[in-house]
């Protein structure tokens, strides 16, 4: 019997969310992305990673109406009962409060994984950005409408709505994981802790 060597296991350790659904265990990474910016997270909790825009629904080719705008990825903790918006952006943020706004509705209408979304104590949504992106001063009107929807899909008790959306910017080089000024900076190396 073969034995792994570390390079092998490391490599068991991270997966790359393409399509449908990848389930990571405790220490594991995963690797989100689209054309302009990638995310590598790592689960502190047993948790199941879904594609959500072109994954679990699927609306691409549906011209008008039928096309909603909608999040990248759904992080679910089914132990913690907590789920994690994720939407991945190289340029336009301003948009971006629509979709996460979007996204649980569209999941429950539009993908036979509604139920995902039931019984959650806690529905956090994190706008993730390359580390050159500027993440502009007048979204405050979108941010407190997307705070109060977050919060009213968890049954948790949450003292600052506010905390229930986070900026995350990827960088290339960091020397460590860090939050500042309200804003999760990571990189590969040091990957976004879920």
Do not use: W
């Not at 019997?1 to 296991?9: E, F």
């Not at 950005?129 to 899909?153: E, G, M």
């Not at 995350?168 to 000024?181: G, I």
């Amino acid at each position: 019997m073969r034995k792994n060597s570390g390079r092998d296991n490391k490599k068991n350790k991270e997966q790359i969310v393409q399509s449908g659904r990848v389930d990571l265990k405790v220490g594991y990474r995963c690797t989100l992305k689209d054309e302009k910016t990638k995310l590598v997270i790592q689960a502190r909790q047993k948790m199941r990673v879904f594609k959500v825009d072109d994954g679990i629904v699927k609306d691409a080719g549906i011209p008008g109406k039928n096309q909603v705008r909608k999040c990248d990825y759904l992080c679910k903790m089914d132990d913690l009962k907590r789920g994690h918006l994720i939407e991945l952006k190289g340029q336009v943020i301003k948009e971006t409060s629509h979709q996460l706004q979007n996204t649980p509705k569209i999941i429950k209408e539009k993908s036979n994984q509604g139920a995902l979304l039931d019984g959650l104590l806690r529905m956090e949504a994190y706008i993730v950005t390359p580390h050159r992106q500027k993440i502009p001063d007048n979204i405050d009107i979108a941010k407190v409408r997307l705070c109060r929807l977050l919060d009213s899909y968890g049954t948790e008790k949450v003292e600052n709505i506010f905390d229930l959306l986070k900026f995350v910017k990827v960088h290339t080089k960091l020397s460590k994981s860090e939050e500042k000024d309200g804003v999760i900076h990571c990189s590969t190396k040091y990957p976004l802790q879920l």
